[in-house]
């Protein structure tokens, strides 16, 4: 995944880079380091880059309303539970039968 690619998962969902870092368990600085790498490949754990490649996926086949309803639930799940409940809410979505 490149710094492009996760710059733009970021501001599809339009959570702010200390919300994603949260998210992805790293810090802001990391953060900011993967985006200004634009199109270098960025090593990333495995978690990080199947919620990534995931949370890409969302971002670009959903249509406006449920794009919203997604940024609001890890929004909602960062601010209740943090990180781990985010989590969660993604893994819901992922496994939720369309």
């Known amino acids: ?3 492009i690619e996760i710059t733009n998962i970021r501001e599809s ?9 949260d ?3 790293v810090t ?5 380091r993967w985006e200004k790498a634009a199109v270098k490949q960025i090593k990333i754990d495995l978690l990080q880059e ?3 490649t995931y949370l890409q996926a969302k971002t670009l086949y959903r249509n406006d309303k449920e ?6 639930g890890v ?14 809410f993604i ?3 992922l496994l939720k039968k369309d």
């Open 1 to 3: 995944m490149t710094g």
């Open 13 to 21: 969902l339009e959570l702010s880079r200390n919300d994603f870092s």
């Open 23 to 25: 998210l992805l368990g």
């Open 28 to 32: 802001s600085s990391t953060t900011i």
């Open 50 to 52: 199947k919620l990534l």
């Open 67 to 72: 794009l919203i309803k997604l940024r609001n």
């Open 75 to 88: 929004m909602e799940s960062l601010i209740i539970g943090g990180t781990l409940m985010a989590i969660g």
């Open 91 to 93: 893994l819901k979505d």
